[in-house]
């Protein structure tokens, strides 16, 4: 995998994991927060997405949607 490629997905994964972190959110949380929005998933599979720091850009729009972030800064 090239580094740039490792670089965006930690990036992600850090916008992500430091969104829930501010909002006090927990992985267990998310499941059903997304579950309200229509989005079904298991903790564990929501675990490893954020974890890997690779899932769609869907998905992340729908976390960022569940827990009520209307806005994202990417610096």
């Known amino acids: 995998m090239p580094v740039a490629e ?3 997905e930690d990036k ?3 916008m992500l994991k430091a969104e829930l972190k501010r909002r006090g959110v927990t992985y ?3 499941v059903g927060k997304l579950a309200d929005i229509g989005v079904m998933d298991s903790e564990p599979n929501i675990r490893n997405k954020i974890s890997r720091g690779k899932f769609t850009a869907v998905f992340f729009v729908q976390c960022l949607e569940a827990i009520g972030s209307p806005t994202l800064r990417l610096d």
Do not use: R
Request: aromatic share 12%; no cysteine; proline share 0%.
């Open 6 to 8: 490792k670089e965006w």
């Open 12 to 14: 992600v994964k850090g």
């Open 28 to 30: 267990a949380e998310l």
